[in-house]
């Protein structure tokens, strides 16, 4: 299939990833921690799943609980979402012949714009998951209650900036797959729309804001799944403090061989719950042209 790729200016497509990324991590943050708990948990399971992990978060650590490490995440999705869309875009522009893209150049695109990110999506996850596990430590074992500011400068002074991109091979292993079928996949779908609607793909025609968030959810929960036992792993490989007689892993082929099969579908329900609205919106706003609108009113 190849698809027409039409242009844009990066300041646009920088701001449009931004305001994506703060509406749609506001909005499933909550699932995502129930995820990053369910993920590492090990031998005594203190919640059953989603739900009872959130009922049980609201009623030891109140509502605002379910926002624990969601002030990085807010500070850091931003550049992260911008990279990762804008580095889509140009990539596929770049690769680009007569305005059409064939399908292995899209599947390219998908894995620089996931290449791309990992700059700020490593250390963003790494302080997000010690913010996010801190409650299920808490169950067991009441620790200091951390804090993102803490967590960096101790990891700066005790390994350095490595400290900070703790994971970064892991992370990558989860992001350029989930790219190369995410950005291919949503932008079939997103064509697909137009041509019903039009008879044939309009280059300049921006998709309406339901097409481009029906086609953001199915490729983010498909993509999502997809990665799932590589999220499993990073997000182990990540966890700085365990608990009781939990395991702490040298490296992606130490977690690998030691989980079992069902290990690596911990949290499936919850990412695809949490990734699906999530580009879901960041489509929606990326094509309603959010970013354009602004530079606009400024201009």
């Known amino acids: 299939t190849k698809e027409k790729v039409s242009s844009g200016g990066l300041p646009a497509k920088l701001i449009n990833g931004g305001v994506a990324g703060l509406v749609g991590v506001t909005c499933v943050f909550p699932i995502d921690l129930a995820k990053t708990r369910l993920q590492n948990q090990q031998g005594i399971q203190v919640y059953k799943g989603m739900l009872d992990c959130l009922a049980k978060t609201v009623r030891s650590e109140g509502y605002f609980g379910c926002y624990r490490g969601a002030a990085v995440n807010l500070t850091l999705v931003t550049p992260e979402k911008a990279i990762k869309l804008a580095a889509n875009d140009v990539f596929r522009q770049k690769l680009s012949k007569d305005g059409k893209l064939p399908l292995w150049g899209e599947v390219l695109a998908g894995c620089g714009a996931g290449t791309c990110q990992v700059v700020v999506t490593t250390p963003m996850e790494m302080l997000k ?171």
């Open 129 to 299: 998951i010690q913010l996010q596990d801190a409650g299920r430590l808490a169950q067991s074992t009441p620790p200091p209650r951390p804090s993102a500011t803490g967590i960096t400068m101790e990891l700066l002074k005790t390994r350095g900036l490595a400290g900070l991109y703790r994971g970064v091979g892991a992370t990558l292993m989860r992001d350029v797959p989930f790219s190369m079928i995410y950005f291919p996949l949503f932008a079939n779908l997103n064509a697909l729309g137009r041509e019903s609607a039009g008879g044939q793909a309009d280059v300049q025609a921006r998709a309406p804001f339901w097409q481009s968030f029906v086609a953001g959810c199915s490729a983010g929960s498909v993509a999502a799944v997809a990665v799932t036992p590589l999220d499993v792993i990073k997000t182990r490989l990540q966890t700085l403090q365990k608990g009781a007689g939990e395991d702490t892993y040298r490296g992606i082929l130490d977690c690998t061989t030691r989980e079992g099969p069902s290990a690596f579908l911990k949290g499936a329900t919850c990412r695809a719950l949490v990734i699906a609205p999530l580009f879901g919106i960041a489509q929606g706003v990326y094509f309603l042209g959010v970013g354009e609108t602004v530079l606009g009113l400024l201009g």
